[in-house]
């Protein structure tokens, strides 16, 4: 299990490395979270994030959102710009002695404001679904995984 979260995350780093992000910072809600945001035009972007949910163990969670869907932006913007995103992926975890795991599905739906300075505030909800295991193969089954309600503060690159 170690060895796949290791490999997850440095390939989605090294695909990632090439290009320039969309914004980086941290999310808190069921733990603290690493985030990274990398633009995919206007309308797309990949959210990725890494962190320690209950600060029990480690997880990682990317999406592909779609950025203002239906063509629905918020309609109010004055100095800086609300978005609203909603996107899905997949999740990862284990316990810090890998004693358990989880991998399953994340869904994402959000809202964010982007100020006229490089800042950028978010609220969002991501349940995760999937197969959650131990060490001893004889606890397997589907459960709903961390992720849930986070605020997000991130650096927005201009």
């Given amino acids: ?3 796949i ?4 995350v440095l390939a989605l780093a090294s695909i990632m490395a090439y290009a320039q992000p969309r914004a980086i910072g941290g999310r808190l809600g069921y733990g603290a979270e690493f985030s990274y945001q990398h633009g995919l035009g206007e309308a797309n972007m990949v959210q990725l994030e890494v962190g320690v949910p ?4 480690i997880e990682a969670a990317c999406t592909y959102d ?3 869907p239906f063509n629905a932006p918020v309609p109010w913007n004055e100095k800086g710009e609300w978005h609203w995103y909603m996107g899905v992926g997949g999740a990862i975890a284990t316990g810090f002695k890998f004693d358990y795991g989880f991998i399953g599905a994340a869904g994402r ?3 964010e404001y982007d100020f006229w300075f490089p800042l950028q505030l978010s609220i969002d909800f991501r ?6 295991f131990n060490s001893s193969a004889a606890a397997f089954g589907y459960d709903v995984y961390a992720g849930g309600l986070g605020i997000g503060v991130r650096y927005k690159f201009q």
């Fill in 109 to 111: 739906v959000g809202i």
């Fill in 5 to 8: 979260l290791f490999i997850a």
């Fill in 127 to 132: 349940p995760t679904l999937g197969v959650a």
């Fill in 54 to 57: 209950a600060f029990a163990g």
């Fill in 1 to 3: 299990m170690k060895k």
């Fill in 66 to 68: 779609w950025i203002d």
